[in-house]
């Protein structure tokens, strides 16, 4: 074999390698895009932002910032992530290591991500609601009693 056929032989095999990767294997993010913009909402005194960039490249990326008297009391960094096994969210408040929620319900623009294994949360929610708001809630068992918390968010931008 030549170096120009040996080329062409290589080149094949990371084409048929590369199309494998981009090929129907992956979920598709694009039923996530209405979760896409910026949100912002109050609680308790809490002023609450959250953002998230449309899906693009198997990926999703957001952040969350909550303010107190004008001064950034919490944030946390955001990603949900297409691959071949699946869609995955990871949430790393405060920059601790990101901690992996897989998908385990996504219709009628609500998603439920999950990790039994997590201390708490085990189960994020996400759903787009009547009234157009973002809506988030985070459950699970917490010292040994069932736990919840929700947010709502009204559209920032897009």
């Known amino acids: 074999m030549n170096a120009a056929s040996f080329a062409i032989a290589m080149l094949s095999l990371a084409l048929v390698g590369f199309s494998a990767q981009t090929s129907g294997n992956t979920p598709d993010l694009s039923e996530l895009s209405w979760m896409s913009g910026g949100w912002a909402g109050s609680q308790d005194a809490v002023e609450m932002e959250e953002l998230w960039q449309a899906p693009k490249g198997n990926i999703m990326l957001g952040v969350h910032r909550d303010v107190v008297k004008g001064r950034a009391v919490s944030f946390e960094f955001l990603r949900i992530e297409a691959t071949p096994a699946g869609i995955t969210y990871w949430g790393s408040p405060q920059g601790q290591p990101p901690t992996p929620f897989r998908m385990k319900e996504l219709k009628n623009k609500r998603v ?10 085990q189960r994020i929610i996400y759903w787009l609601g009547d009234d ?27």
């Open 112 to 121: 439920v991500f999950e990790n039994l294994e997590h201390d708490f949360p």
């Open 132 to 158: 157009n708001a973002l809506h988030a809630r985070i459950e699970g068992t917490e010292n040994g009693k069932i736990s919840a918390m929700e947010w709502t968010w009204q559209r920032a931008s897009k």
